[in-house]
Every structure is written in C-alpha cells, then in structure tokens.
C-alpha cells in the first residue's frame, strides 16, 4: 500500500478535447469527412434566408443565387420559395429598411444619418418623379406604322423608278450639251 501503483488510466482520459468546426471562406461551417454518401441535407438558418432576400433585392437571377449558396436550383426554390416569390417588391422593401434605419438614428441624433436620410429621400422622390414621368401620356412616343412586304416591294418600286428617271434625264442632259 506503500507503493504508488500507476494509474492504469490514460493520462487525458479526464479531459475533453474541444471539437473544431472549419469554416469555409464566407463563414460556413463544412465537414472533412462526410459521414454519409451524397450531399448533406440543407438548412435554411435566419442568415442565409437574409441573404437569398438581399440578393433578390439586387436583382440577382435564381440559378446565381442557388450557386453562391452551393446549392441545386431545385433546393433553393424547396427552402427559399417565399423569399423569390417577394421578387417585385424586394427592391422596394430593401429600400425601405434603409430609409427606416437611417431615420431611427436620425432620430437618436446622430447626424450623419439625417444627412443619409436627405440623400435617401432626395433619391427616392427622383425615382418617383421619372416612374410619373414614364406613365404619363405625353412620355408615350408614337410608333410608326408597321409597312407589309407587299406594300414595302410597291414603294421600292416606286423608288427604283424615280432613281431610273432621274439617272435619263441626267444622261439626255449630258448627251445634249455634247
């Protein structure tokens, strides 16, 4: 009892090693090893759903979107569908929240952010006199009737005719100064 008989433990058997998650370059978590054959099962997380909406907003087509989230086009309609279906107003909703932002801190005196906001609303009523602008009727350029074949082969005609008389009477001028 004396003697000091070694642990018959390992020494780190009482220590928990921290796992490590590797991130890639945009700050997703992605595994070495995959455990199981094929893709893994997609997440949609509050982040990415804020990501597809922005990119919406930028006007972004659907198959770039679903390549910058490396996911199949099919996937990012499965788990996104309520974030393309906004796709008319994202701009406008994307605008807003800018506006809205900068007016809270606006509100909270910073003035930088009031001077943002001018810029924002000046921006905006440019944007809606040129929408005015371009639905009303003065703007509306009238286009020229559409000519037929038919009609188009008749006036070349009559062009080709002009340009033959022309090109006589030049000739019987030239000739009768001779």
Known sequence: MGVDSPDPRPPHSGIFFAVTVNFDLFGNPFVEKPRRRGRPKHEATAKTRKRVSMLVALGWGNQRIASTLQITLPTLHKYYFY???????????????????????AEGGNVGALREFGKLLDRNDRMEAERLFENSPDAAVEKPERIGKKKMDDLRALDADADLMAELEREASHNAHH
């Open 83 to 105: 974030e393309l279906a906004e796709r008319e107003a994202a701009r406008d909703m994307l605008e807003a929240r800018r506006l809205e932002i900068a007016w809270d801190m």
